[in-house]
């Protein structure tokens, strides 16, 4: 093997639970009405389906390190993108709010308020998935250190031998962290983890309290 040649490493779990819940985000983004956005929604296509891509090449081809850095490149873009269009478009809502509030179209504040609620929610947690110990390879190979402490492996008689955090764990750990703003079964150990999960709490406590907050008060 030439030293140019992709190394070929253990990819881990299946890539198609987040595939598919990224497509059904997307799908049911698409189905909601007028909600308030600076960017073209294309934009926002064109990154999921450039994240999409080398996941799906990790899955269907062998799992070489230049894809397998693809995947986790391409995440950790898209999450800076969420963050940065989020930051801007709370901005602009609770401006509307504020500023205009005889402007508040009810409806666009509901919209944007899921919409930014859900998209929270997948977009940390598929950072979460590919941050702890190392991402998917690295925790089935075990050369990362872990980012976060799961309580089953404290119940080794309860759970499958050599179990391991897969995408949905992740999931249930980024919808955790929106609704109670605080750990609940995953504690964090490294400070990357515990500023992620501050501000994923941050971005969902901005939205429920103060734009959906406001929403149902117009209501």
């Known amino acids: 093997m030439s030293m140019n040649e992709p190394v070929e490493t253990s990819r881990g779990e299946s890539r198609w639970p987040p595939v598919l819940t990224l497509l059904g985000v997307l799908v049911f983004f698409a189905m909601l009405p007028h ?60 401006g509307i709010i504020t500023v205009r509030p005889r402007d508040g179209r009810l409806l666009s504040l509901l919209s944007s308020s899921v919409v930014i609620w859900v998209s929270n929610v997948v977009v940390f947690s598929m ?41 949905f764990d992740y999931l249930f750990l980024a919808y955790n962290t929106a609704t109670a703003f605080s750990p609940t079964d995953a504690l964090p150990l490294t400070r990357r983890a515990k500023m992620l999960m501050m501000i994923e709490s941050m971005i969902s406590l901005l939205t429920l309290v103060i734009v959906l907050s406001r929403a149902i008060n117009v209501l």
């Open 35 to 94: 909600r308030v956005h600076l960017l073209p929604v294309w934009i926002f296509w064109v990154a999921a389906f450039a994240v999409i891509a080398p996941m799906a090449a990790v899955e269907l081809s062998s799992a070489s390190t230049r894809w397998l850095r693809a995947e986790r490149t391409m995440i950790i873009a898209l999450a800076l993108l969420y963050l940065a269009n989020t930051s801007a478009e709370l901005a602009d809502v609770i």
């Open 127 to 167: 950072l979460y998935w590919q941050v702890d110990g190392g991402g998917p390879g690295g925790r089935a190979s075990k050369s990362g250190k872990p980012d976060w402490v799961f309580p089953q492996p404290a119940s080794p008689e309860d759970v499958p031998p050599g179990w391991q955090p897969f995408f």
